[in-house]
């Protein structure tokens, strides 16, 4: 199976600070019809996960733009440019290029 | 509004049975392929299991082979998951979900809890 990895694991920031959350994968995740099928997913506490980035850096409907992913092969990265209370969760990333899909570790975003 | 409700979640002890249900409504449910990924209390995410549309196709984790199975009844709107000879690590939150790779809206359930405890 492909291990994704994430870090940190955890990561206090600032409120209007900028936050950064490396995925990488142990396989190349291009898949054979040229997509790279790298999902990431916000998990509020208390609350089931929601897809907030699809297909490496396209975003969901309704999700702010100060979310943005980018990456390719094997490294992928989620960023928030200025972090608001509402984004406090856990983050995962997500890979469904091979079979089975598989999750990252998660990323706790909490306020300093 | 879309919905995903499970249910059938609970207590049970080692060895036991336990069949989860997924109500969906607001979407053309015969039209997505279904999952069930699970969370540990306080882990990651792991995927479970995946059928497709028609039931054509069904897929299961390692952890997870040859002891449950997955189902839908699409007149129905419902995926199931039927849960034998459960082991302590089993316990987590049973979402069901889409887990749709591309731009069409994916969707989760709120999670039904399963525990596996003596």
């Known amino acids: 199976d492909v291990v994704m990895t994430q870090s940190p694991l955890s990561l206090p920031v600032t409120l209007g600070q900028p936050a950064s959350i490396s995925c990488r994968s142990s396989q190349s995740l291009v898949y054979s019809d040229g997509n790279t099928y790298l999902n990431w997913f916000q998990q509020r506490p208390g609350q089931s996960p929601r897809r907030i980035i699809y297909?490496?850096?396209n975003r969901d409907s309704g999700v702010p733009d100060r979310f943005s992913g980018s990456g390719s092969g094997t490294d992928f990265t989620l960023k928030i440019s200025r972090v608001e209370a509402e984004d406090v969760g856990v983050y995962f990333c997500?890979?469904?290029?091979?079979?089975?899909?598989?999750f990252g570790q998660g990323t706790k975003v909490e306020i300093k | 509004e879309v919905q995903l409700v499970e249910s059938g979640g609970g207590l049970v002890k080692p060895g036991g049975s336990l069949r989860l249900s997924c109500a969906a409504s607001g979407f053309t449910f015969s039209n997505y392929s279904m999952t069930w990924v699970r969370q540990a209390p306080g882990k990651g995410l792991e995927w479970v299991s995946s059928?497709?549309?028609?039931?054509?196709?069904?897929y299961y984790a390692d952890s997870v082979k040859g002891r449950f199975t997955i189902s839908r009844d699409n007149a129905k709107n419902s995926l199931y998951l039927q849960m034998n000879s459960l082991r302590a690590e089993d316990t987590a939150m049973y979402y069901c979900a889409t887990l749709i790779m591309g731009p069409t809206i994916d969707y989760w359930g709120q999670g039904t809890l399963v525990t596996v405890s003596s």
């Open positions: 059928i497709t549309t028609g039931s054509d196709y069904i």
């Open positions: 997500m890979q469904g290029t091979h079979w089975p899909p598989t």
């Open positions: 297909k490496v850096s």
